[in-house]
């Protein structure tokens, strides 16, 4: 697994002139956007976690770049080369590595060949590009690296020329550092390739750097102005339409989830096959409980994976979480809650259920003096009701319960990864999400989130069940790094790539953008004069229950029909009581997405 990047940009990018002088050479645009962005976008969508960038000329040009980046400056730029910018971030590179030149363009393709590739050191080649600044490579029968130059005549049998991205082992990165320290004499400006071909060729401890080869890539390196024509007109428009041909047909849903996800978070999924019992897999699990932990609040707090959908993870809580002689009381106000309920009965516990409206806001003093009353042990609740879009006021009461010794349980299913949660300060003991919602993952994973000391606990507890035991679950996670049972691996793999980039995006931002969403909805709804189920301040602004048209002409039907036709997905109420509409705002869609959305329904409303 591949989880950082390193970028040597410390060049001075002479050969650009004026455009140059006070710039890096990374900074120049095509398609109105600076290459090293895209190759920053790039990389995040391949799975790279963090991108180390090399730093020497106009180093603070660098620090408006976002994402997980670390800038590292190389102060002696001005006299070494790309190999001493490349020193100055080794300390700092972890793990398996890509590593890039800063000013280049090239076709991502690229970036998946090389993280697929069985040999751990290995540099991309092309064929041909003419571009009169080829680095060539000389490579041995097995195609390990034997020799760089810029100098055709230096070069016996040719097998491709240097694009300037490569995959290294820290081991590869220290050899070529070594180099460089023995050479710093001699060679005092060292680019990267001379260390990288001399590694690759040197008898003892060799580490042989396997030339992979791309004939037809799509790639250009800009270091003058008639390569920075050349990549414009004649690479790349071929590079976006090569990366376009790999899109997935875009369905914007709007039903409660499984939300829509990125393409990355899709091509996630494709990997080579793995055996979850391999302790690389055991990390990508690890990291990914350890990642979800720090959406959940700064406590300590312990996440345990299941395959399964967010049902599964209510039904782990409600079946684990209780003692013998525990007394739960379940909030119902929606089909979520009704659903804990179900399962408390399944499982036979000793448990009731204070039922309220599913549409007007929980009369929060009443709760609190049942809880109190009943001499409860277990208290659960939703936080969002996505029947209807209601949001539960959970954080107050589960902290008054808190402060009452009383154990609490919150499905938080499509809350999580939306509304900011931090377990301590809201009073959460137990927390359910899964990997569908918010998260903008695949389904298939159900998380509880547990405070630590409460589930110390459970280990005392009755066995209820064995596939959704909670202790037994974590217990033997800790131990082995392994789940119980057979994973779902390439909906955890798909669910890395969403948490990398949930991070990148903040819950807060997150949230932001589906409020931005929802406030278009609203927007509409209201000038249509159609009515919302929920009052608009009880609303949680990822789910919308509209009350249908009084009309004779209205179908649902007939609205989603013509919403999937122009690929959006809605879903009709869940309430008998009232006949409702919903639209969910939540997923990788934006708010352009929604305004086509509204012109749809506004069109639809107008023929009734
Ligand atoms: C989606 C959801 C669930 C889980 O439903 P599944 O169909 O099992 O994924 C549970 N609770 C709430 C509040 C939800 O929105």
């Given at each position: 697994?591949?989880?950082?990047a390193v970028?040597?940009?410390?060049?001075l990018?002479s050969?650009?002139?004026?455009?140059?002088?006070s710039?890096?050479?990374g900074?120049?645009?095509i398609?109105?956007v600076?290459i090293?962005?895209?190759?920053?976008?790039k990389?995040?969508s391949?799975?790279v976690?963090?991108?180390?960038?090399g730093?020497?000329?106009?180093?603070?040009?660098?620090?408006?770049?976002e994402?997980n980046?670390r800038?590292?400056?190389?102060a002696?730029y001005?006299?070494?080369?790309?190999?001493?910018?490349?020193a100055?971030?080794?300390p700092?590179v972890?793990g398996d590595?890509?590593l890039?030149?800063s000013?280049?363009?090239?076709?991502?393709?690229?970036?998946?060949?090389?993280?697929?590739?069985?040999?751990?050191?290995?540099?991309?080649?092309?064929?041909?590009?003419?571009?009169g600044d080829?680095?060539y490579?000389?490579?041995?029968?097995d195609?390990?690296?034997l020799?760089?130059?810029?100098?055709r005549a230096d070069?016996?049998a040719?097998a491709?020329?240097l694009?300037?991205?490569?995959?290294?082992?820290?081991a590869a990165?220290?050899?070529m550092?070594?180099y460089?320290?023995a050479?710093?004499?001699d060679?005092?400006?060292?680019e990267?390739?001379a260390?990288?071909?001399?590694v690759s060729?040197?008898?003892?401890n060799?580490?042989?750097v396997?030339?992979?080869?791309i004939e037809?890539y799509?790639?250009?390196?800009?270091d003058?102005?008639?390569?920075?024509?050349?990549?414009?007109e004649?690479?790349y428009?071929y590079?976006?339409?090569?990366?376009?041909l790999l899109?997935?047909?875009?369905?914007t849903?709007?039903n409660?989830?499984?939300?829509?996800?990125?393409?990355?978070?899709?091509?996630?999924?494709?990997?080579a096959?793995?055996?979850?019992?391999e302790?690389e897999?055991g990390?990508?699990?690890d990291?990914?409980s350890?990642?979800?932990s720090?959406f959940a609040?700064?406590?300590?707090?312990e996440?345990a994976l299941?395959?399964?959908?967010?049902?599964a993870?209510?039904e782990?809580?409600i079946?684990s979480?209780i003692?013998?002689?525990g007394?739960?009381?379940?909030?119902?106000?929606g089909?979520y809650?009704?659903?804990?309920?179900?399962?408390a009965?399944?499982?036979?516990?000793?448990f009731?259920?204070?039922?309220s409206?599913?549409f007007?806001?929980l009369?929060?003093d009443?709760?609190?003096?049942?809880?109190l009353d009943?001499?409860?042990?277990?208290?659960a609740?939703?936080?969002?009701?996505?029947?209807?879009g209601?949001?539960?006021?959970?954080?107050e009461?589960?902290?008054?319960?808190?402060?009452?010794?009383i154990?609490?349980?919150?499905d938080?299913?499509?809350?999580?990864?939306?509304i900011?949660?931090?377990?301590?300060?809201d009073?959460f003991?137990?927390?359910?999400s899964?990997s569908?919602?918010n998260?903008q993952?695949?389904?298939?994973?159900?998380?509880?989130?547990?405070r630590?000391d409460?589930?110390e606990k459970?280990?005392?507890y009755?066995m209820?069940n064995?596939?959704?035991n909670?202790?037994?679950q974590?217990?033997?996670?800790k131990?082995?790094?392994?789940?119980?049972?057979?994973?779902?691996?390439q909906?955890?793999y798909?669910l890395?790539?969403?948490?990398i980039?949930a991070?990148l995006?903040?819950?807060?931002g997150?949230?932001?953008?589906y409020s931005a969403?929802?406030?278009i909805?609203v927007?509409?709804?209201k000038?249509?004069?159609?009515n919302m189920?929920?009052?608009?301040?009880a609303?949680?602004?990822?789910?919308?229950a509209i009350?249908?048209p009084d009309?004779?002409?209205?179908?649902?039907?007939?609205?989603h029909?013509?919403a999937?036709?122009?690929g959006?997905?809605i879903?009709p109420g869940?309430?008998s009581?009232?006949a409702t509409?919903?639209?969910?705002?939540?997923?990788d869609?934006?708010?352009e997405?929604?305004?086509?959305?509204?012109?749809?329904?506004?069109?639809?409303?107008?023929t009734?």
């Open positions: 697994m591949i989880r950082q970028i040597m940009a410390g060049g990018g050969r650009l002139k004026e455009r140059t002088v710039m890096p050479k900074f120049i645009e398609g109105g600076p090293i962005k895209q190759s920053i976008k990389l995040i391949t799975g976690e963090e991108i180390i960038i730093t020497g000329h106009c180093a603070d040009w660098f620090e408006r770049l994402g980046i800038l590292v400056h190389n002696r001005a006299e070494t080369g790309s190999m001493g910018t490349l100055c971030c080794a700092f972890k590595f890509l890039l030149e000013d280049l363009i090239y076709d991502a393709a690229g970036l998946r060949v090389l993280v697929n590739e069985r040999h751990k050191n290995a540099a991309l080649a092309s064929g041909p590009t003419n571009s080829e680095v490579l000389e490579a041995d029968a195609g390990f690296l020799r760089q130059s810029k100098n070069i016996c040719l491709g020329e694009v300037g991205i490569s995959r290294l082992t820290p990165l220290e050899a550092v070594s460089l320290d050479h710093s004499a060679m005092p400006n060292m990267y390739e260390a990288l071909a001399a060729l040197r008898t003892e060799r580490m042989p396997f030339v992979r080869k037809r799509l790639w250009r390196e800009i003058c102005e008639a390569h920075l024509v050349a990549a414009q004649s690479v428009p590079i976006q339409e090569a990366e376009s899109s997935v047909r875009r369905e849903l709007l409660p989830g499984p939300a829509t996800t990125a393409d990355s978070v899709k091509y996630a999924q494709v990997c096959d793995i055996c979850p019992r302790a897999f990390d990508v699990m990291w990914i350890t990642e979800l720090l609040g700064k406590g300590r707090i996440t299941f395959g399964g959908s967010g049902t993870a209510d782990v809580m079946s979480c003692p013998e002689n007394k739960l009381l379940i909030i119902d106000n089909s809650g009704e659903r804990f309920a179900k399962i009965s399944a499982y036979g516990l000793n009731d259920v204070y039922k409206s599913s007007l806001p009369d929060v009443r709760v609190k003096q049942t809880a009943g001499m409860y042990t277990h208290f609740i939703v936080y969002h009701e996505t029947t209807t209601l949001l539960n006021p959970a954080p009461l589960c902290r008054f319960c808190h402060e009452h010794g154990t609490t349980i919150v938080a299913v499509s809350a999580f990864a939306a900011p949660i931090d377990m301590d300060r009073g003991d137990f927390m359910a899964t569908n919602k998260i993952g695949m389904a298939g994973v159900a998380f509880v989130f547990c630590k409460a589930l459970l280990k005392t009755p209820r064995y596939y959704l909670l202790w037994d974590y217990a033997y996670f131990k082995a790094r392994q789940m119980r049972f057979t994973p779902p691996v909906t955890l798909a890395r790539q969403a948490i980039e991070k995006e903040t819950i807060a997150r949230y932001a953008r969403c929802w406030e909805l927007h509409t709804i000038r249509l004069n159609l189920l929920v009052p608009e301040e609303q949680s602004r990822l789910i919308t009350i249908e009309s004779p002409k209205y179908r649902f039907d007939d609205l029909d013509r999937r036709d122009a959006f997905t879903y869940k309430l009581a009232a509409f919903r639209i969910a705002n939540i997923g869609i934006r708010p997405e929604m305004s086509g959305f509204t012109l749809l329904l506004e069109r639809y409303i107008r009734l």
